[in-house]
Structures are given as C-alpha cells and as structure tokens.
C-alpha cells in the first residue's frame, strides 16, 4: 500500500492439552509450546511491528512457585527481542543446572516461559504511543490464583469513557482511560465477584479454605462473566484472556468486525487472528481450521475441556473487507481468491479509460499487498482479448492468413515491473523541502519498461491520503514518458474514519474527502457543509443509539466518478506531463469479491455499532472546527 496506515493488532492462544513430557518425547522437547508461539507471532507479523507481547501460565504448580510469566517488548524487532530474552533465560538455566537438560519436571518448576497455556500479542502503535506501557498482554494480579487476569486483544472500543464510568460507578479506580486496561478492569470486577459468590458457596457445603481452590477452578463459569462484563462494550474485537488457574478465553465481538480462527485436536487448543497462521504452524488443512462467530467465545478450562458459548447475540456480520483488500495474510485460501476477484472486478473501468487501447497500454502494481489483485485484472485483461482475438479470427474466416493470425495473436498484455519499493528511506532532515525531496525518492522505476505515449495503468491496494502517490510515485512514474497515467485502487474511496482499530481517524487525511469538499468549492455549496456541522453539533449530548450520520450528506450531491475525476486533479504534481486518472472500486464490486465480510462502513458510512455514527460526526466536527484531534 502506497499510504502507510496501521492496524491494532493480532493475538494468539495456545492450550497444550498433554503433560511436557509428551512433547518432550514426541517432538524432542519441552519447550514445544514456546517455539510453536514463537512461530505464531511471526506468521502474524503484518498485524503489526511496533510492540510484541508474550505470556504463559503452568498449571498444578505447588504454592510459593512461579506460575505465570510476561515478556514484552517496543524495539524496532520486537518478535525477535522477546523471543531472544526467553531463549537466553532458558539457556542461562540449562547452563547453570545441567541436570534440568533431561528433567521436564524441574524445566517446568525451575525455568519461567515453560507453561502449558501462553498468549501471544503483536501490535502496532495507532495512537502514537509506542511506551512498554501500551504493549499487551497487560496483567491483572491477585494473591488469589482465580482472580489474576492477562488479557490481550485486537479491539478498539468506541465507548471507553461510558465503560470507564462504569467502573467508578461499581467502586472502582482505574489507573488509566485506555480501554485495554478498561476492558480488562471490567472483566476483572465481574472475575472477583464470580470468584467471591462461589468461595461463600463452597465455604458454606462444609469444606475448608484449601479446599475450596480446586473447587473454584472447576465450578468457575467464565461464560457468565464474559456476559455480565462485554454488555456495554461497543466496538470491534477479538479478546484473549487467561486466569491464573488455567482457564482461557477468546471473545469475538457480535458484528464479527474483528478475525478470530480456531483450531482443536487432541495435543493442543490454538487460536489466532489469521487462519494461514495457524494452518502453517501446526500443518492443518484448511478446512479443519474454523472461524470463531460473532459474539462468541471459545472458553478452554482448565482440565482441558473447550467449549464455544454465545456470549453476545450476533448482530448482522459485518466483518471488516479490509481484513481482506490488506490487512490479513495473502496466504489464506478465500482472501487470495478475493484480492484476485477485486482485481478482475475493476477491469472493466480500466478498459473504458484507456478506450480499450491494450496494445498500448502497460500493466503493473504498486509493491507489494496489491500483487494479487494485479493478477487478477491481468487475467481478465487476458479474457477480453481472447474474446476479440476469436471475434476477428472468426470475422476474416477460411480467408486468413499466417501473417494476420499472428498479428491477431501477438496482442497480449504488456505486464511489467514498473515501480520499485526501495528500502525504508530515513527522513532525517527536519526542513520540509528537503523532507519532501527525500519522500519523492521512497519508489524508483524501471527505465524502458514504458515506451512513450502509451498508457500507464498502476494498481494499488486502495488510495487513502494520496500523499505518497503525489510527492513520489507520480512524478517518478512521469520520467517514463506515458501519455496517461491510471492510478487503480482495489478499494472503493474511503470516506469515513474507522473507529475499530484501524488508524484511520481524522477525515480531512482522506484524499475523497479533499476532493468532494473541492467539488462543494467549485459548486459554491459550501452552505451544505454548515448546515452538517450545525446538525452534528445538535447530536453531541445523544444517545449513541439515537445518532445519525449525518456526513453522508457531504458526499450526497456528486457521484463516485466526480470524486474520483477531482481525486486525480487534485493528486496530479505541478509538471506533470502526462494526465493523471484515478479509479476506485465500486461498492457493489466490494461486496461481489468478499461476499462474507460486509464490513464496510470506511467507505459508504453504514457504520455496524451505535458508537460509530458519534465518531464519524465527531471527526466532522473537528474537522470544521479546525481541532487537529482524533475522533475517539
């Protein structure tokens, strides 16, 4: 993606269902669950490089023994670094105490990390904080082992200050607004007091303080709690947590915005945000990897036993498409048949702007994500020219000759590799023009891959700001000499900020929404964008379930292809020679390609939790207001 934006994040939970010394004799180690977490995180990497988190519980260890370890990391390789620190503890270990080499029992009481439940955590930092601090997992402590709690997730909730109240109003006092902690707060409250009714309960049938542990662990419903903490939340997600005794959790919110996959056999529970993840890791076919639904939880206990409960009623899904246009893995089987889809389906749109011209006209993507949709528009390219190739062959019939059959058969599509990513350029001079001319010097071209005056059509995963396409890649593109350069997003415009986990905030960062309030300068209805404002400002003390989203009516007054035709002459650089076009996927195209994530409220407003139309018109008004703040 030519625009840089970032999302929240991904997790992984690993349930080892067999003793260590099953793994130690079957796979050559203990350390089985580490390595196989180790793996997860990096097959999740692309959900995020800026902070990386690790935890792990063993269970059944005896009082005054460690049982839950963290690691977590904000270093340019976070992955790498928390997995380096575990690796030079256990080695440090086994250097020290030869006799824990062949000792599972003594790896498990002596070494940390070594447990049979761990989470894991990769994150990317959208709010500008990148401290330790903001890295999950975050940690919940009690001296009582029910009530500890680690939780880590993909999610941003839309009504934290109302979840925050909450708290106060139960008694307590957060140390922090930010809604992981929030979450993890909420949960906790709702922990203890499940922990504290059953402890009464069991103290009452006739047994002692002691005893009443196990008793606890077994009888804890993490269902109820789940239920009684997540009925206010708003927002997308998919949260992990662990209790200090052994059980687990993954809950995924009731619109499914967010991905959660799990897989079970007998050896081990697994869950992840990305399906490919954990097909690779544990080599699974595709089918036996299934998609956690909407507003359901897999609850895994502590004697092993995993379960999915209903926790939340499932709303209408409404799972996020740029999990599939971006986000998520190439590797999975449907998002590679949908980026391909995507690609196919913008075809027709190319072959109107470059007036059907193929034989003049060169192919190519902008590296990397946008590959796969570049495949697909190619082969659809191929498909139209099959279809002309047997309309002329047929029309000149048993009269043709070798000459023109071969003329009829050379058209092809001219593929080529014409923008080059080079490595992340460093922007260590601080004065604007010198930072722009270093921008403008991020993608480099293939020199002779485009003869002059043809047509350039350049795909890209979607056109968010536009800014990298303005000061580096469309002018490098125009040292090529086309007669037309048609910039292809595989996305529909993005108008509307996300407020899920994706960092898209602020709607004037929006190259659509620059262009439609161009377009309401040149057709001097900038009265339309007061009166929006005026209607917004009357909503701000609403209910969020009674807010409407009163910014559709800002793109209301021109079609797609009038944004689109200003997004281009807005995003064409002084000089440039050649004319800029820009094509955006159609909605309806969206919905054909990734028939199963609906999700898509960035581009047409419909936006699938209450919370959401609060944010959007909030964005509005600061936006109007001219306050350079996000939207939640």
């Not at 047994?207 to 927002?235: H, M």
């Not at 995963?461 to 002018?475: A, E, N, P, Q, Y």
Request: glycine fraction near 6%; charged fraction near 30%.
């Amino acid at each position: 993606m030519s625009d840089a934006i970032k999302h929240e994040c991904g997790i992984s939970v690993i349930r080892l269902l067999k003793p260590l010394e099953y793994y130690k004799e079957k796979y050559g180690t203990a350390f089985y669950g580490v390595n196989k977490m180790y793996l997860m995180m990096e097959k999740q990497h692309n959900r995020g490089q800026d902070g990386a988190g690790f935890a792990s519980i063993k269970l059944d260890v005896k009082a005054g023994e460690r049982y839950m370890s963290r690691v977590r990391s904000c270093q340019q390789q976070p992955i790498q670094d928390i997995f380096a620190q575990i690796n030079d503890r256990i080695n440090s270990e086994l250097k020290e105490h030869p006799e824990y080499e062949d000792d599972v029992a003594l790896q498990k009481k002596h070494i940390p990390y070594i447990g049979e439940l761990l989470l894991g955590h990769v994150r990317y930092g959208t709010f500008g904080k990148n401290s330790i601090e903001s890295v999950h997992p975050f940690l919940r402590q009690n001296n009582w082992m029910h009530r500890n709690l680690i939780v880590a997730g993909n999610f941003n909730m839309t009504n934290v200050h109302e979840l925050f109240d909450n708290l106060i109003q139960i008694g307590q006092h957060p140390k922090e607004m930010a809604d992981t902690v929030t979450v993890m707060e909420k949960i906790g409250h709702f922990l203890d007091d499940a922990v504290a009714k059953l402890y009464k309960q069991i103290k009452k049938e006739g047994y002692t303080k002691q005893e009443a542990s196990p008793l606890i662990a077994e009888r804890l419903k993490v269902y109820k709690i789940l239920r009684r903490a997540a009925k206010n939340f708003d927002g997308g997600y998919a949260m992990a947590g662990l209790l200090g005794h052994g059980d687990a959790f993954v809950l995924r919110d009731p619109s499914g915005i967010r991905p959660a996959y799990y897989y079970r056999d007998d050896e081990v529970v697994v869950v992840a945000s990305e399906r490919p993840a954990i097909q690779t890791v544990f080599n699974v076919p595709y089918e036996e990897v299934k998609e956690l639904d909407p507003g359901a939880a897999i609850i895994i206990k502590k004697n092993g036993t995993s379960d999915i409960k209903q926790i939340l009623e499932p709303k209408e899904r409404k799972a996020c498409s740029f999990e599939r246009i971006y986000f998520s893995r190439g590797s999975d089987k449907e998002i590679y048949q949908e980026r391909k889809a995507l690609g196919k389906l913008v075809f027709p749109q190319i072959l109107e702007a470059i007036d059907e011209d193929i034989k003049n006209t060169v192919f190519s993507y902008i590296p990397n994500t946008a590959e796969t949709s570049f495949y697909g528009m190619v082969k659809e390219a191929q498909n139209y020219l099959n279809k002309k190739k047997e309309e002329q062959i047929l029309a000149l019939g048993t009269g043709i000759t070798g000459e023109q059959l071969h003329e009829i058969l050379d058209v092809r599509p001219r593929i080529e590799k014409v923008a080059i990513k080079d490595a992340k350029l460093r922007t260590f001079i601080t004065q604007d023009s010198s930072r722009d001319d270093l921008v403008a010097h991020v993608y480099d071209i293939s020199y002779g891959s485009v003869k002059e005056g043809d047509n350039l059509v350049i795909i890209d995963d979607s056109i968010v700001r536009g800014t990298t396409l303005k000061k580096s890649i469309l002018r490098i593109l125009d040292r090529l000499s086309p007669k037309k350069i048609i910039v292809v997003s595989s996305a529909p415009q993005i108008r509307y900020p996300d407020c899920y986990g994706i960092d898209m905030a602020k709607l004037e960062d929006f190259i659509a929404f620059k262009a439609a309030l161009a377009l309401h300068v040149d057709n001097n209805s900038m009265h339309i964008v007061d009166e929006i404002y005026k209607k917004c400002l009357t909503q701000v003390k609403s209910r969020d379930k009674d807010v409407i989203n009163y910014v559709k009516e800002f793109y209301a007054p021109f079609t797609a292809k009038e944004i689109s035709k200003k997004t281009g002459e807005l995003l064409s650089p002084d000089g440039i020679k050649a004319e800029v076009s820009i094509i955006y996927q159609t909605i309806e195209s969206l919905h054909e390609a990734c028939p199963k994530n609906l999700g898509d409220w960035y581009f047409t407003g419909n936006y699938p939790t209450p919370g959401g139309n609060r944010v959007v018109n909030r964005a509005f008004i600061n936006f109007y207001e001219g306050n350079n703040e996000r939207a939640y």
